[in-house]
DNA sequence: ATGAAAGCGCTAACAT
DNA sequence: ATGTTAGCGCTTTCAT
């Protein structure tokens, strides 16, 4: 900045007002500043504007697990808008589902002083996070709840939408269901394996068949095909999440039975039949809201937004 | 961190040692400082540090316009593992496909001194890059090439690829084959437009529906079910990336006709018999380790990685 | 083993 | 309309 300065005879004052579009510059001098600025390639340095004082980066973060899952890409397409029309700037980070990562990523950008954080957690502890929520980061959690925090948070009832998936097969006669659900430290997973508990309870069937640990639509196909292969295999299963609604369909499709299924979460050209999910662009609209609400300093509680779970069935290809 | 040090009764210095693990700190001191700095809840800032010459930011950007499209998810999570194993963090940002929003995202980035962006552009001019190139940021072009800048570039082969697709349709004895592209803008679009021209005019055939500017299903399912609904209706489709491949596919089934579809890029569940595509990841791969050339520094023209397309049928359910 | 001084690039507050 | 001063939080260099 000070060789702009030089460069336009000016001191480097003059060149920050032009450069921020503040008053009380001369034409003249604006207009050589701007050319010297361009003439050397100058790129103004936001890290030592930021360091100033009650700067603010307008910068919001959304950290989540696995950014190739389509259903957190709309959730981080649907926050990117809102955080756009608000004037901020949304960096994305993925963690591969490690809480490791998670921790080095948020640490990271908590040092860099972005001014808020939305975060789908894998962590079990969120403790670390409290000083800088009192200290006033805003930070807001997104489709699985903090542990031993008291935070925002933006959920889907998974617990109803486990047992409504359950139910609607039972209602269907089905009396040998199979789950499949993701990683026993991802909330979702275990609050819908839960709901499913719940509604086998009552009808008090014993499940035979949960495996928990499927992240992937691979191992999701392999499972299930292990399961179709069994002497008295299920006639029905509930798949926990898209990408293991995806395996299981192709399993079944595969292996030509006519196992009913329901899945979670929608891909999009997903041949399933009977679906549950919600509206994550919502979900992730509301939490950006919730940020901005913590950053425009409203002073409230921790509030929780749950939203329902939808179940649909798909007729002749049309919902 | 002065309130840091003043509570361990040591200088900033000292403390700067001891949350770096720099040698020269007696562990009685180190300990001194550590609690002190738990106590008040300390934070370093990355910001000022960065803000000392010669440091990195240890961060690469990845700009993006859609990151609702699994596409560009998969590629984002490709370089985000690269990144990771070279012990950089990868900053994802989503541009809606506006080159204004493009630009204003990676001056931003610039300012914020990131080491090196890896960029799927929609712009149609590159030029005010050219001095951060010179001065020595890594810049990788990735899916679309720059218009008037020479950088490292990593593509598909797309015009071949529209070509192929085409081509595939027409040995099988379709004459009437539509097409239907993203946005003028996209690189990608155009490629594989004027391969289907290719294609069509060594067979002589001139064609009669084409449509550009598809960007969402709902567009491409709309824009087939008119075409369908004509008097003369093509036989065959030839869809121009995955979205439009997903509602062109459903405007197919839901019309029960058995008109024929080859379709550019994956999505997870696609119905698609006919694919075309490229291994997404291994092209985000690639562009990493090009970023990370040139961060090393090592000194060679810009390259250009050109990656094959390749067809595949679906065979009941089975590639 | 520890500290003091200087300065990274920028801007708010106060001159001129 | 323009410049000077000082300081943001940190680390490099050079003392002690």
């Not at 898209?242 to 369909?249: T, V």
């Not at 999009?268 to 509301?286: E, N, Q, T, Y």
Request: aromatic share 6%.
């Amino acid at each position: 900045m000070q060789d702009v300065a030089n460069r336009a005879n000016v001191s480097a004052m003059t060149v920050s007002r032009v450069l921020n579009g503040l008053p009380g510059v001369s034409p003249a001098t604006a207009h050589a500043v701007t050319t010297a600025a361009e003439a050397i390639g100058y790129r103004k340095n936001e890290l030592a504007r930021s360091l100033r004082p009650g700067q603010q980066s307008k910068t919001i973060a959304l950290v989540i697990g696995d950014i190739s899952n389509p259903y957190y890409g709309v959730m981080a397409q649907a926050i990117e808008t809102e955080a756009r029309n608000a004037g901020f700037a949304l960096v994305i980070m993925s963690t591969n589902e490690e809480p490791a990562a998670e921790r080095s990523r948020i640490n990271d950008l908590l040092a860099r002083r972005v001014d808020g954080v939305i975060l789908v957690t894998c962590d079990a502890s969120h403790q670390y996070l409290a000083r800088d929520l009192e200290s006033g980061v805003a930070i807001v959690f997104v489709d699985r709840p903090p542990q031993d925090l008291k935070a925002d948070t933006v959920l889907a009832n998974d617990r109803i939408g486990g047992h409504a998936a359950t139910e609607e097969l039972l209602l269907r006669g089905h009396t040998s269901i199979g789950y499949l659900g993701d990683y026993d430290h991802v909330h979702t997973a275990t609050e819908r394996l839960a709901g499913f508990f719940d509604a086998m309870k009552e009808s008090a069937i014993e499940p035979r068949f949960v495996q928990m640990g499927v992240h992937t639509r691979g191992v999701a196909e392999r499972v299930v095909r292990g399961w179709l292969n069994a002497n008295q295999p299920p006639t029905a299963l509930v798949a926990g999440n898209n990408l293991i609604a995806s395996g299981a369909q192709a399993a079944v499709s595969s292996m030509a039975v006519d196992t009913e299924l329901v899945g979670f979460d929608f891909l999009p050209d997903s041949k399933l039949r009977i679906r549950i999910g919600h509206d994550v662009a919502a979900l992730g609209a509301r939490a950006a809201e919730r940020l901005f609400e913590q950053m425009a300093g409203v002073d409230r509680e921790p509030t929780t937004d749950v939203f329902p779970l939808q179940i649909s069935r798909l007729v002749d290809g049309v919902t």
